[in-house]
């Protein structure tokens, strides 16, 4: 459930269709043991599928179903975090609009993905205003929850980077004047008399020695406050102490995420577009079948020849499915050509077989109902459009786009 107290995350994902188990370790996890410790917004990014995947959208909607029925088939828990569907919340459009009038054209020009990917998809025309800002859209879609924390690849460290440039620029542009003081006023009314005074102490001795620990003293203090000291306040009382411009939109940091490798069964990396995969939700025989027949070490042509694990996609699933008894008498047995493949692969056939099959059962009932899912991305949608109309609300009486005092 959403709670103030606890660290905030987002992530999204593109709708691409049945996911596998290289999307699962690669993020899916990561989320799953994040809600967790977290507060967890976790959307479908369907516009941004629009910015390469503009031509054809017959199957949009197809997609967007089957990913949510495998989120929640891998245990997302829509009771702990918020799940919905970006264009289902059109804040996200809003804010990105309205970044796009600070944001200099250059930042989203020397994103790395922006060339790499006119490079990778040669076959599709990319040169297009979508594409070109489809970093900014990200950024919109962090900013708009204020997150700390945004659980990303390596690859996607450089999208986090221009958010909190984006957000830098804002905030100098917007944060300012006197209406910053006023709304501190507001902020500090919202406390107690002993927490105002104890608030004004620990700032003061922040500016006369620029002590930490009285920084986290003001943390502390925010974090035992009701309900009533909202996200924003707490955001510009934890600013007031550095200076006189607010963080409307708080830089979020990178919480980067370490995934395992997982082989195809060819042994390349796991990938649709190689036909190399395994399905969340795939029959269990089949994907029994398949990893029965799954590439190993070439070295290994009869039982009899040794083989060597480390050159072998077989055992980068045993680092990921088995434990380390396991791994040893995997590695001892092909080294010694002691026990043949099949009974190498048989653990990581079991461990797998057993995961998807969990993931199937868990899936069923969203299947057998698909009117629960609608009803599980309007109810994500409505508590992401709280969170999301709120910092819109601050954007626009910044940007003096809605008069002040109106309801
Ligand atoms: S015994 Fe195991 S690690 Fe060795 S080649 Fe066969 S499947 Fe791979």
């Known amino acids: 459930m959403s709670n103030s107290q606890i660290p905030r995350v987002l992530s999204g994902m593109r709708p691409t269709g049945q996911l596998h188990l290289g999307n699962y370790h690669g993020a899916l996890r990561n989320w799953i043991e994040l809600q967790q410790s977290h507060d967890g917004y976790f959307f479908v990014a369907d516009w941004h599928a629009l910015t390469t995947g503009y031509e054809d959208t017959s199957q949009l909607q197809a997609n967007i179903r ?142 006369e020695t620029g002590r930490a620990e009285a920084l986290d003293g003001i943390r502390d203090l925010l974090e035992r406050q009701p309900p009533r000291v909202d996200a924003a306040a707490r955001a510009l009382l934890v600013d007031y102490p550095h200076g006189a411009s607010a963080r409307i939109l708080p830089e979020p940091q990178v ?46 042509v009869r039982r009899e020849d040794p083989g060597e694990p480390t050159k072998c996609p077989v055992w980068d699933l045993h680092q990921i499915y088995s434990d380390e008894p396991t791994r040893e008498w995997a590695a001892a047995g092909c080294r010694s050509a002691g026990i043949g493949c099949l009974d190498c692969k048989k653990p990581v056939v079991d461990a797998i077989v057993g995961e998807v099959t969990r993931m199937r059962e868990r899936a069923r009932p969203f299947e057998q109902d698909p009117g629960s899912l609608d009803e599980l991305v309007r109810d994500g949608a409505r508590r992401a459009r709280e969170v999301a109309g709120a910092t819109l609300a601050d954007v626009r009486r910044v940007m003096h786009l809605t008069r002040e005092g109106a309801p």
Do not use: C
């Open 255 to 300: 919480l980067l995420t370490r995934t395992p490798k997982v082989p195809g069964l060819d042994g390349r990396k796991m990938s649709k577009s190689y036909g190399n995969t395994i399905g969340l939700r795939e029959d269990p025989d089949v994907v029994a079948r398949k990893l029965r027949t799954m590439q190993t070490d070439p070295a290994r």
């Open 66 to 207: 089957s990913m949510l029925i495998d989120w929640l088939a891998a245990g997302l828990d829509p009771q702990r975090v918020t799940i919905f569907i970006q264009s289902q919340v059109p804040e996200h459009a809003e804010l990105h609009l309205l970044l796009s009038m600070v944001t200099p054209l250059g930042w989203l020009e020397r994103v790395p993905t922006f060339k790499d990917q006119q490079v990778q998809l040669k076959d599709r025309d990319l040169a297009t205003y979508g594409f070109l800002g489809y970093p900014l859209l990200q950024s919109a879609d962090i900013l708009l929850y204020r997150p700390g924390f945004v659980p990303v690849g390596e690859d996607q460290v450089a999208h986090v980077e221009i958010t909190r440039e984006v957000a830098r620029r804002f905030n100098h542009l917007y944060g300012g004047g006197p209406e910053f003081e006023v709304r501190i006023r507001q902020a500090l009314k919202l406390l107690s008399g002993a927490d105002r005074a104890t608030y004004q102490e620990l700032r003061r001795t922040y500016q």
